[in-house]
């Protein structure tokens, strides 16, 4: 059965400071999708990024960065120099290729709060 | 435009009310989907609709019931709902329904039932 793990629940930072959200997941395909959403106090989802389980190169997306290694099963994400406006849940989620359709498997959510 | 909209923004509805959520796209994403989330939780999948024919019911009550009347609308009807149900209920649309392909949801409707 496919997993994620979110272990952290909360994380608290001040402004400028970096931020790394951790993700774990199982899966016995050896072709898989991982993606990241953001959830602010608003409600709807974000999405920030998908991989495919083919292409473990690092990510970076202005102070959005993703490290993915197949060799832990990680796909963690680093926010770098923090701001208020990050503050949100992030789930990180994995597609399930068995159901033929998208089904996305979610971690429980890490709630990063970022304070001036 | 990778917009989903979706109205109303809240409902607050009695147990015998019949109230419908609805959920429209303009992205030409021919998968919708509806999802429940309650405070603290990630989302759970409901319904996909697929080319507008439901694909996936993940075992749903039918006090639940899922109507995709073009490839751009998605509704939710409700009826006879318990408290229990009262959560925030977002809708979704990707191009298609592969697993490679990202989703895009909604604001959500938060919804409450008295």
């Known amino acids: 059965a496919q997993k994620v793990t979110q272990a952290q629940t909360e994380i608290s930072v001040v402004e400028k400071e970096d931020v790394t959200l951790d993700c774990v997941y199982e899966t016995r395909d050896t072709t898989y999708y991982l993606f990241w959403y953001k959830q602010p106090p608003s409600g709807e989802l974000v999405f920030l990024i998908r991989?495919?389980?083919?292409?473990?190169q690092n990510e970076i997306s202005g102070r959005y960065s993703w490290n993915f290694q197949k060799s832990t099963s990680s796909f963690n994400f680093t926010i770098t120099a923090s701001q208020v406006v990050d503050s949100a849940v992030y789930f990180c989620a994995l597609s399930d290729p068995n159901t033929g359709f998208q089904k996305l498997v979610f971690g429980t959510g890490t709630r990063l709060l970022v304070s001036p | 435009d990778t917009e989903v909209t979706q109205t109303p923004k809240h409902l607050v509805m009695g147990m015998t009310n019949k109230k419908s959520l609805k959920c429209e796209q303009h992205m030409g994403h021919r998968a919708m989907y509806w999802y429940k989330q309650k405070a603290k939780k990630p989302p759970e999948l409901m319904f996909v609709y697929s080319y507008e024919k439901l694909s996936i019911n993940e075992s749903v009550p039918s006090r639940f019931s899922p109507e995709c009347p073009n490839s751009s609308l998605l509704n939710l009807h409700l009826h006879a709902l318990q408290p229990e149900d009262s959560a925030l209920y977002l809708c979704a649309s990707s191009l298609g329904t592969e697993s490679s392909y990202e989703q895009y949801f909604g604001p959500g409707t938060r919804l409450t039932v008295t």
């Open positions: 991989r495919n389980s083919f292409d473990e």
